[in-house]
């Protein structure tokens, strides 16, 4: 399966107006985001959890990385409420649920598969830091090949990047303008390394999951077996 697999083209979807896809676990439902390959994938998704449900206990060999935007994401290592981030490096296990339902954003199969940092932040407990005019960050991850953060968008603010390497964003709160496109919360934009962001956020601002220097290599489907 591919979907927004061309990543020299800019991506965007307004996941608010997508349906919900029931995942092949009962309770679990997908809004999928982008993709490549099959039972096993590159890809990035919106994943809702109902009440209840959970996941069978598996190995990310490529790796996960997710956000919680709603509720309390569980494993049998612990709670994640909302604005918990994590990263589950390769080789890693775990067997998710939802007590009382929860919905993350997650990447999987998008890791250095050398990587082994295991990474727990919660974003609520933090205090942002100025970086450029109207423009706050909480850092979440850094390596060679990409840096992930939490951005705060003042009010209006006229937000401009290049030589990112790739460009990827999902709006947590507010909403902000680029390409004549609003982007409102859980919407999502990826540009390729080309492509520089040149956006403004609207008149409450914005809080975004931010990765950039992601797509420097483009990515391609996971190598299963090999």
Do not use: C
């Not at 959970?54 to 290592?77: I, K, M, N, W």
């Not at 982007?183 to 008149?203: E, G, K, M, Y």
């Amino acid at each position: 399966m591919e979907l927004n697999a061309n990543f020299d083209d800019r991506a965007a979807v307004h996941s608010e107006q997508e349906p919900w896809v029931a995942s092949p676990m009962k309770g679990v439902d997908r809004r999928m985001l982008d993709r490549i390959g099959d039972e096993v994938a590159r890809a990035t998704t919106i994943v809702r959890y109902a009440p209840g449900s959970a996941f069978s206990a598996h190995t990310h060999t490529g790796g996960e990385e997710f956000l919680v935007l709603d509720g309390v994401f569980q494993d049998e290592h612990g709670d994640f409420p909302v604005g918990t981030y994590v990263r589950n490096p390769p080789t890693t296990a775990h067997t998710p649920s939802a007590a009382d339902g929860a919905t993350i954003f997650v990447k999987l199969w998008q890791f250095d598969m050398e990587d082994r940092q295991q990474v727990t932040i919660d974003t609520t407990k933090l205090t942002p830091e100025t970086v450029r005019e109207g423009v706050a960050q909480i850092p979440l991850f850094e390596d060679a090949r990409e840096r992930v953060r939490i951005e705060i968008w003042e009010a209006n603010a006229a937000v401009s990047e290049a030589g990112h390497d790739g460009f990827e964003a999902l709006v947590i709160e507010g909403s902000f303008s680029e390409g004549g496109e609003t982007f409102a919360a859980n919407s999502w934009l990826r540009l390729p390394p080309d492509a520089p962001l040149s956006a403004v956020a609207d008149v409450e601002g914005a809080r975004l999951w931010v990765k950039t220097g992601h797509l420097a290599i483009t990515p391609t489907a996971p190598k299963v077996g090999g």
